[in-house]
């Protein structure tokens, strides 16, 4: 077999998912894991070790005080100094984030915990809809799509499917989504897993409402699937499922 | 319908009003030479930096020192950012990587001079101070990096500093896939060959 070519060797080594011969072959070949060692090893010294959350440092307050006299700037002090460290704590690991983005997706996983609790509260009173006012006083509502089984742990998936014939649209939403360096695609299957249409994909929020076509038997695909999808231009299922179960609705 | 972001929402808003400028916005206006920008790119980037100098170079005061270079050399340099070629964080963070990489140097100059004046120093400084061979390679690769054609360096920056997928480098630059892969791939393969020839890992 010839070697993996350069282009598949340094994209693996930054990150990006291998297609399956690639990956196979610098598995059994020793020229090829070689070199793939060498250009990790470029990468992860230029990356560095990750930043956990809540490793960042403020700079003590003197260093943008040297900043502003060494440039000559009018002291700007407020709003510099105090709260430095509550700004991105991804680190080099996400796209930059602006503080309120940050923290609004911080906050959206306390949201989407209290979606999860709101939905089961939703559920046994027979409401569609609950209203959840959180600790910071801020009104919150709460679909009630059903809970879908996860199969991967830390993940929570919910769907239900809206609208009359003609109309229909599929929401799912998941939380505790795993990082990938693919995307996340939503399926209809029938319950032996085995015919499987492809809805969609979810945002970068973990939420999709998704039309769903007129001429899908929902009673013969009456289960829906999330999957974590490898960019590898392949459209199969990836066999990698986060969440699957019955839609609400 | 609705369901749990549409709260956090709300609170976004709120915190919002601390800083509505987006990171496009930031970055052009510290271009432009806004003042307030500088300041909001600290308020935003500081502890990133100063936490990644920090863990660069296992010292407080040279780490604060690094932060103060690069808020005054991205400054000062303003004119050489260009937004439409990446995010004012991906291009801090490749000023902070030259200037850890040459902290590191004059680390080891300073350690030579102590050495060639001191025998019984040169025995404590080298127990603490030696670089290692990751540190001497991640020199060499940050000067290499620094040597690329730019848009071999942009691709890589994105890929190093903010972990972006070759997808997302995309859509950031404009520029097609492929070509995004092929400059990965030029770039990658010459920092490797560098290090080959002036590694520490021998």
């Known amino acids: 077999m010839e070697h993996t070519d350069e282009e598949a060797l340094a994209l693996m080594a930054i990150g990006e998912n291998p297609s399956p011969p690639d990956e196979e072959h610098v598995r059994t070949c020793a020229h090829c894991a070689r070199e793939l060692d060498a250009l990790r090893h470029v990468v992860l010294t230029m990356k560095g070790q990750p930043l956990q959350e809540g490793e960042l440092l403020p700079p003590p307050a003197d260093v943008w005080d040297s900043i502003a006299s060494e440039l000559d700037l009018p002291h700007q002090h407020e709003g510099a100094g105090g709260n430095v460290g509550e700004q991105d704590r991804t680190g080099g690991q996400a796209p930059s984030p602006t503080p309120a983005r940050t923290r609004s997706r911080r906050l959206s996983r306390l949201s989407v915990t209290l979606a999860a609790c709101a939905a089961l509260l939703g559920a046994a009173a027979g409401s569609t809809i609950t209203w959840w006012v959180t600790r910071d006083g801020t009104t919150v509502s709460v679909a009630d799509g059903r809970r879908l089984d996860s199969l991967q742990a830390n993940s929570a998936g919910y769907a239900r499917l809206n609208g009359a014939s003609g109309h229909r649209t599929l929401t799912v939403t998941v939380k505790g989504l795993p990082r990938t360096s693919g995307y996340f695609e939503v399926w209809l299957m029938d319950r032996t897993h085995t015919k499987l249409v492809s809805m969609g994909v979810l945002d970068s929020k973990g939420r999709a409402t998704l039309p769903v076509p007129n001429n899908i038997d929902l009673r013969e695909y009456s289960v829906v699937d999330v999957s974590v999808q490898p960019y590898n231009g392949k459209p199969d299922h990836s066999g990698d499922s986060i969440v699957r179960g019955q839609y609400a609705g | ?202």
Not at chain 2, 27 to 47: I, K, M, P, T, V
Not at chain 2, 90 to 109: E, N, P, Y
Not at chain 2, 112 to 123: K, L, P
Not at chain 2, 155 to 175: C, H, K, N, P, S
């Open chain 2, 1 to 202: 319908m609705t369901t749990g972001w549409g709260g956090s929402q709300v609170l976004a808003a709120t915190v919002a009003v601390m800083s509505t400028r987006s990171d496009e916005e930031l970055g052009q206006g510290f271009a432009d030479g806004d003042e307030s920008c500088l300041n909001e790119a600290y308020r935003r980037w500081g502890a990133l930096i100063f936490t990644v100098a920090t863990k660069r170079l296992g010292d407080t005061e040279e780490a604060k020192d690094v932060t103060q270079q690069v808020f005054v050399g991205a400054w000062r340099g303003r004119k050489s950012y260009d937004p439409q070629r990446g995010s004012l964080k991906t291009w801090l963070m490749g000023i902070t990587h030259k200037k850890v990489a040459d902290a590191l140097i004059r680390r080891s100059r300073h350690q030579r001079d102590i050495e060639a004046v001191t025998v019984a120093g040169a025995a404590e400084v080298t127990r603490q101070d030696a670089p290692t061979d990751s540190v001497v390679d991640f020199v060499v690769l940050a000067d290499e990096l620094d040597r690329l054609p730019q848009h071999q360096r942009t691709v890589l920056e994105m890929a190093f500093y903010e972990d972006l997928t070759q997808a997302q480098i995309a859509q950031r630059t404009g520029l097609p896939l492929g070509t995004v892969k092929s400059n990965t791939r030029r770039g990658l393969m010459r920092m490797k060959k560098r290090l080959e020839v002036d590694g520490g890992a021998h």
